[in-house]
């Protein structure tokens, strides 16, 4: 049964190696997005890779400038994967410069960056369960292209395996990268160049988030006031542990959106896999006993359910749906929280308390969070063997 349940959701796209690479010049008509990547990661010994999957023993900085073809050859919401190295800037998404920098560059680029941006504005992304870095550096620029965001992007990458086996892996990573990512958002929240902080977090992105955030509330008295907006994007967050860090962070805590959707397939799949247990980012904000808690929150619910997009899983609609894209850029322009004139999405936006369960355990590497799809070609190997221990697995706990 587990086969026939993750079937549909893989696929054999290449391993490819050196997709980071700088390309010599890109094309005219073609989009520039520069980053600042803080992360835990581990250099890769790979050097055309820049970072693994492995933990680093401190943060680490790197500078990319991602080139994105021209609009008449691409579609809003899509990362356009190179099909060989080097990619072609006419057509696929390609860096042009990437330089693994210190702390001291990476403070100037900063700088640099951020007072070129009206009103100094900051946005900071955590990406999800089973993302590579090339993964992470790709998606991020997309989102910040699409969005036509006016804001300092900042990447932040923890150690994921980009492998759908390593979800045990991955949340330990996850947890270990907390205190790097209070530092982190700290240390750009006492910056004197900085107005404001916005946050984007995706699946498993969110529990990093939440962490850090709690812990700098405990820390410090509160969460730095700069940080003034938190967008969470089908989170993959215990309805417990979200309502403490919440509790944690005190009346004085940043604008809370979350994105949801009852159509989520990864998260469906993974409410069967773990006992039938709601997952925060797949909630009905208008079924009780959701809608009277929602109702008395001050956090902001936007209900994608009805909204089409190209992904297979409806995981990334957030990033994927060109209009809610825009949606998040506009507003973060305005520094203003999301309303429900302006979604135009097809469900009211309500005020949210708390959320739900989220996947426990190793297995659940298998179905939760995105990109499900991938699988490397080192895990495909040895894919059978995993599935059936993990059937196994299931089938001790669910019919002991």
């Excluded at 390609?94 to 702390?103: E, G, M, Q, S, W």
């Excluded at 947890?175 to 006492?190: G, P, V």
């Excluded at 009780?288 to 995981?315: C, F, I, M």
């Excluded at 999301?338 to 959320?355: C, E, K, M, N, P």
Aim: glycine share 8%; net charge neutral; with cysteine.
């Amino acid at each position: 049964m587990t086969c026939l349940i993750l079937l549909p959701f893989m696929s054999a796209c290449a391993d490819l190696r050196g997709t980071l690479l700088p390309v010599d010049e890109t094309v005219p008509g073609a989009s520039r997005v520069e980053m600042l990547v803080t992360t835990t990661r581990m250099r890769a010994t790979d050097p055309n890779e820049f970072f693994s999957g492995d933990r680093g023993p401190q943060l680490s900085f790197a500078e990319f400038t991602v080139s994105i073809p021209p609009e008449a050859n691409r579609k809003q919401g899509e990362v356009q994967w190179p099909r060989s190295v080097p990619g072609n800037p006419a057509t696929d998404f390609v860096t042009l410069k990437a330089d693994v920098i210190d702390r001291a560059q990476a403070l100037a680029l900063f700088k640099r960056t951020v007072r070129q941006v009206p009103k100094r504005r900051v946005l900071v992304f955590i990406h999800g369960f089973n993302n590579r870095f090339d993964d992470a550096v790709f998606r991020f620029a997309q989102i910040v292209h699409d969005a036509g965001t006016p804001v300092a992007p900042v990447l932040f990458t923890w150690p994921s395996r980009g492998s759908v086996l390593a979800y045990g892996y991955d949340r330990e990573s996850n947890t270990y990268s907390r205190n790097a990512l209070e530092d982190t958002l700290r240390a750009l929240a006492q910056s004197p160049d900085v107005g404001e902080i916005s946050i984007l977090a995706h699946s498993m992105g969110n529990w990093v988030t939440l962490e850090a955030l709690r812990q700098m509330a405990i820390r410090d008295g509160r969460v730095a006031p700069k940080i003034k907006n938190v967008l969470l994007a089908a989170p993959d967050v215990d309805v417990g542990l979200f309502r403490e860090a919440i509790m944690d962070m005190g009346k004085n805590r940043p604008e809370f959106t979350l994105f949801v959707s009852q159509d989520d397939r990864a998260l469906a799949i993974s409410r069967r896999i773990w006992g039938d247990s709601v997952r925060l980012g797949a909630i009905d904000p208008e079924q009780e006993p959701y809608r009277s808690q929602l109702e008395r929150a001050g956090l902001t619910v936007l209900n994608l359910s009805k909204l089409r997009s190209g992904d297979p899983l409806n995981h990334s609609k957030y990033a994927e749906s060109p209009e809610v894209v825009r949606i998040i850029g506009r507003q973060l322009a305005e520094g203003q929280t999301l309303t429900d004139s302006r979604v135009g999405v097809g469900d009211r936006i309500i005020q949210v308390t708390a959320g739900a369960a989220a996947a426990v355990g190793t297995a659940a590497g298998l179905a939760v969070s995105a990109p499900v799809a991938v699988i490397d070609p080192r895990t495909r190997a040895n894919f059978e063997g995993h599935v059936g221990s993990l059937g196994e697995a299931i089938s001790g706990t669910v019919y002991p």
